[in-house]
Every structure is written in structure tokens, then in C-alpha cells.
């Protein structure tokens, strides 16, 4: 059974940096694309970066490119999204989703696990 576990958010004001953690469990992820999503407040959730856990390969949504990166661990099996200069509009629930069939894709629906999610504000 995959386990995502998200761990790093909090409030911050608008100009910081965080760092999110995913532990992820319960399988060899070397097949996998790992995505980071947000969701605000009364919004869809939102594709944030995905990772291809077996070259590394990235994409971004256009509005965190140049501020976010994402990479991965092997060995600690983690996966991190570094976040700076933070934004009021990045304020939202982030989750951690992995999809097995590593397919690259930017919508939800190609994720089959998910964390809980860790809440991140951005104050102004």
C-alpha cells in the first residue's frame, strides 16, 4: 500500500521560502511521476510540478517557474518542492500525488495516491 506523507507548510509572509517534504512508502517508486498540487480556498485543485522519479525530468505551471523546485531523494525516498519568493495566490492546501503509470501529466486524474495535504499561507 503507497503512503504520502506531506510535511513543511505553515504561514509565512509574501517574499519567504519553504520547503515541503513528501515521504513516500510501500513501494519501489522508480516507474513513478510524483506531482505536487494546490488547492485554495472555494477552488479546483491545482497542478503545481511533477517529477519523473526515474531521470528526474520536471515541468512546472508557468506561475512558480523560476521560484519552485522540485527534486527527489532515493535514498530517503522523499520527494521536496523548495518554494521561494513566495506569493499570497501560493497560499492553499498542498498535496503530494504519485502516479504509477507514469504517464506526465498535469491533471489530478492521473494520480492515483495522494497525501493529506500541508497548509501553506502567504501573508501580505
Known amino acids: 500500500q503507497v503512503q504520502l506523507v506531506e510535511s513543511g507548510g505553515g504561514l509565512v509572509q509574501a517574499g519567504a521560502s519553504l520547503r515541503l517534504s513528501c515521504a513516500a512508502s510501500?513501494?519501489?517508486?522508480?516507474?513513478?511521476?510524483m506531482g505536487w498540487f494546490r488547492q485554495a480556498p472555494g477552488k479546483e485543485r491545482q497542478f503545481v510540478s511533477f517529477?519523473?522519479?526515474?531521470?528526474?525530468?520536471?515541468y512546472y505551471v508557468e506561475s512558480v517557474q523560476g521560484r519552485f523546485a522540485i527534486s527527489t531523494d532515493n535514498v530517503k525516498n522523499t520527494m521536496s518542492l523548495q518554494m521561494n519568493s513566495l506569493k499570497p495566490e501560493d497560499t492553499g492546501v498542498y498535496y503530494c500525488a504519485a502516479d504509477p503509470v507514469g504517464r506526465g501529466w498535469s491533471s489530478p486524474e492521473a494520480y492515483t495516491y495522494w497525501g493529506q495535504g500541508t497548509q501553506v499561507t502567504v501573508s501580505s
Open positions: 510501500g513501494r519501489t517508486f522508480n516507474g513513478y511521476v
Open positions: 517529477i519523473r522519479w526515474s531521470n528526474g525530468e520536471t
